[in-house]
């Protein structure tokens, strides 16, 4: 089904850690997105794409890195994980046309010990 | 700049009655507005969306919401609800020239039987 795909889906890591997420979708969309969703605080923004090879940053970019090297791909990588990278992390794309929505993906559960 | 208020976190309804959950939105001319379904354990899916014409827009899953200009609101309801609403919601803005939406903290949806 076409969509957005994010693995790993559940991930434990230890403070200090690094890691990377990844993102594709098969809808050819222009513009991806990398959010983060905390108890209360809604979907914060981290980075954002419009377009291969261009990346910028939203509202929390603080330890976290993202590289868009193909279309259909959108990596955010927490190079020295922390506790307060806890979190559920979703990814999100849409075309550059502000008549349509998002496409979500169903998330990533990271948890910093 | 662009905001938006969910006045509830909670709502709670009997299932079969109706339901009203509020948005209202900071921003000088007639944004695009959104409301999106997340579903525990999932991403978010676009219930409805508004941006010119009737004010009045029907969505999925038997939603409607209504845009009122005077009141810089923009409220979803759903006149039965059912069992399988439980669920968050969140409201969606777009202004001016931007590609980036700025979502409301959320309502959570609880149904009892």
């Known amino acids: 089904n076409a969509g957005v795909t994010q693995t790993p889906k559940f991930r434990v890591l230890k403070t200090g850690q690094s890691m990377t997420l990844l993102c594709a979708q098969d809808?050819?969309?222009?513009?991806m997105y990398w959010y983060r969703q905390d108890p209360g605080m809604g979907l914060r923004l981290i980075h954002y794409?419009?377009?291969?090879?261009?990346?910028a940053k939203g509202e929390v970019p603080d330890g976290y890195n993202v590289s868009r090297l193909k279309k259909q791909n959108f990596l955010l990588g927490l190079e020295s994980a922390a506790p307060s990278q806890t979190s559920v992390y979703f990814c999100?794309?849409?075309?550059?046309?502000?008549?349509?929505?998002?496409?979500f993906g169903s998330g990533t559960r990271l948890t910093v010990v | 700049a662009q905001s938006v208020t969910q006045p509830d976190i909670h709502i709670t309804v009997s299932e079969g009655a109706s339901l009203e959950l509020r948005c209202n939105y900071s921003?000088?001319?007639?944004?695009?507005l959104f409301w999106y379904v997340q579903s525990p354990g999932q991403g978010l899916q676009l219930l409805l969306k508004?941006?010119?014409?009737?004010?009045l827009v029907q969505g999925i899953k038997g939603f409607e919401a209504e845009f009122k200009r005077s009141q810089s609101s923009f409220n979803l309801r759903k006149p039965s609800v059912h069992w399988s609403d439980a669920a968050e919601y969140f409201c969606?803005?777009?202004?001016?020239?931007?590609?980036?939406?700025?979502f409301g903290r959320g309502t959570s949806l609880i149904v009892h039987p």
């Open positions: 794409s419009v377009g291969e090879g261009t990346t």
């Open positions: 921003y000088g001319a007639t944004p695009y």
């Open positions: 809808m050819n969309h222009e513009y």
């Open positions: 969606a803005v777009l202004s001016g020239g931007s590609y980036i939406p700025t």
């Open positions: 999100a794309s849409s075309y550059p046309n502000r008549d349509y929505g998002y496409t």
């Open positions: 508004y941006f010119s014409g009737d004010t």
